[in-house]
């Protein structure tokens, strides 16, 4: 199996068009600076994006 690396990184978009750099492995809900909507939140060890998500920042 192939492990996920740790400390990536993922860009994301959200609706209000700001683009936020948020850590792959979210422990806890993601904001967005500018609206506060969710942008992704922490899910079975994993993060669940809820923003779309543009590129990984390696
Ligand atoms: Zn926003």
Same mark, same amino acid.
């Given at each position: 199996?192939?492990? =996920?690396?740790?400390?990536?990184?993922?860009? &994301?978009?959200?609706?209000?068009?700001?683009?936020?750099?948020?850590?792959?492995?979210?422990?806890? =809900?993601?904001?967005?600076?500018?609206? %506060? =909507?969710?942008?992704?939140?922490?899910?079975? %060890?994993?993060?669940?994006?809820?923003?779309?998500?543009? =590129? &990984?920042?390696?």
């Amino acid at each position: 199996m192939i492990q =996920e690396p740790k400390g990536k990184f993922i860009k &994301v978009r959200c609706n209000c068009k700001n683009e936020q750099v948020v850590f792959g492995k979210a422990a806890s =809900e993601i904001h967005c600076l500018v609206c %506060g =909507e969710l942008l992704a939140k922490p899910s079975g %060890g994993k993060t669940k994006f809820v923003a779309r998500t543009l =590129e &990984v920042v390696e």
